[in-house]
């Protein structure tokens, strides 16, 4: 989807962060966060459930049928192309007869979404089409028995976003992300097209990506090559509405790469990176001076509270997209797009150096939760500019964490905010459910202390 209208340029950082005191006082939040599986049943209910997560590019769905599948935290869901409008639509990957899943596959196309448990079809708006054998069932209503919608949004540049909340109150994609579509205005999406996915599992919390993520604090250290295409001390990450905007100024200098650095065990990356051969004494031989491969575009980088990011070079962008399994394992997720007509020698640069540095990234990730298991470490200082990102986003954790847990504490059991089945009618099951619910809270002692 093509935006409006594109800046030549990405916006400077706002000038009055640039001198913001140095207070020391924020914290990292407790260690046992980021392995405590209760804990993160609670983020599930509190964060997942209820926030705007990103999914993908529109310009993925060429036509009416085309759809992917998805799980964020548990929850499985596809967006599929309309048929009848040509828009996007979210639904649960739940057949509502008898909760199958009504696709099987990472991504098809199809006007006709099947069941194979016992052959209920769907369209692509989700409505009931066929229910064998119910045609003469007294009573039995299609259009009650639609797939279960997800709220999503299409942003005028093609993000797409979801939101499982089915709460009244539940924060329209504007005032969750303030100012985010405007900003993205930097960036012409429409010139570039999807090249490859990849993941990465990870033995980490979700978390601990992002602690990483919203820093450059240890860019110096972990990616010492990133000096190479920016100056690392003009990196800021500045909060927004819910996301963050990162920015670093671009080396516009050449880069002299020797003839004879070039080594199939010790490739540059992407940047003009990697390790350069020694050499015992100069040795003349023409120097080949290649400009930046990131061009002149400074970059535009946002995270996405809570789990994503978009990072758009000049070359492509990517998206990150971590993905909780338990309290101790995320899959992250990545999806490439490359500027249309480059070549396909640039594309593998910039598809190894961001592998360079995600894998830098993941291995730090690794290492760190094995300490955060042990019980040793507690919490930690963060640095109030460095780290600004990270205060930011585990404030906002923090938050929506004590806010919904109060909520819990006051209603005596678990509120999952994503629950669809406040649609279901029949009195018997509504009073079969009560019985589940009355055990939940505590044997219907009225005890309003959750068993956690």
């Given amino acids: 989807m093509a935006s409006a209208s594109v800046a030549k340029t990405p916006a400077p950082p706002p000038a009055d962060f640039k001198n913001d005191p140095l207070l020391a006082g924020e914290h990292t939040l407790p260690a046992s966060w980021w392995t405590s599986e209760k804990i993160y049943d609670l983020e599930k209910r509190a ?9 993908t590019h529109s310009s993925r769905f060429a036509k009416a049928g085309d759809y992917f599948s998805y799980t964020i935290a548990g929850i499985n869901f596809f967006i599929i192309k309309s048929k009848v409008d040509g828009s996007l639509k979210a639904f649960h990957n739940v057949c509502r007869h008898r909760a199958y899943p009504v696709i099987r596959k990472e991504e098809g196309s199809s006007i006709v979404v099947g069941c194979k448990y016992h052959g209920w079809s769907y369209n692509t708006d989700g409505k009931l089409t066929k229910a064998p054998h119910f045609d003469n069932v007294e009573g039995f209503d299609k259009d009650e028995n639609s797939l ?5 949004h299409v942003t005028p540049q093609g993000l797409v976003f979801v939101n499982f909340s089915n709460e009244p109150d539940c924060v329209e994609f504007d005032d969750w992300y303030q100012g985010l579509s405007a900003e993205m205005e930097e960036f012409d999406f429409s010139d570039y097209e999807y090249h490859m996915s990849y993941e990465l599992d990870g033995q980490f919390n979700w978390k601990t990506l992002m602690d990483g993520y919203q820093e450059c604090y240890h860019c110096p250290t972990a990616h010492p090559g990133l000096s190479t295409a920016f100056k690392m001390e003009t990196y800021q990450v500045i909060p927004k509405g819910r996301y963050c905007r990162h920015y670093a100024e671009i080396v516009r200098e050449k880069v002299e790469i020797p003839e004879d650095d070039k080594d199939a065990d010790e490739e540059s990356s992407w940047f003009g990176l990697g390790k350069k051969k020694k050499v015992e004494k100069p040795v003349e031989k023409p120097v080949e001076k290649k400009v930046n491969p990131g061009g002149d575009f400074n970059g535009l980088w946002v995270y996405l509270f809570p789990n994503s990011g978009v990072n758009c070079y000049s070359p492509a962008w990517y998206s990150i997209r971590v993905l909780p399994i338990t309290a101790t394992h995320t899959i992250l997720h990545y999806d490439i797009y490359t500027k249309k007509g480059l070549p396909e020698t640039e594309k593998k640069e910039f598809v190894d150096f961001l ?8 291995n730090l990730c690794q290492l760190t939760q094995k300490n955060l298991n042990e019980g040793i470490y507690s919490t930690g200082y963060l640095h109030p500019n460095k780290e600004r990102g990270v205060v930011f ?17 006051a209603a005596g059991k678990p509120i999952n905010p994503a629950f669809v089945g406040h649609a279901a009618k029949n009195p018997n099951v509504m009073e079969l459910e009560g019985i589940c619910s009355t055990l939940e809270c ?11």
């Fill in 47 to 55: 964060i997942f459930n209820q926030s705007w997560l990103f999914c």
């Fill in 148 to 152: 279960y919608p997800v709220k999503l």
């Fill in 355 to 362: 592998q360079l540095v995600e894998l830098e990234d993941f």
């Fill in 393 to 409: 986003y585990q404030n906002l954790v923090a938050d929506m964490v004590k806010t919904h847990f109060a909520k819990e504490q």
């Fill in 442 to 452: 505590g044997s219907g002692s009225g005890e309003k202390t959750l068993d956690w």
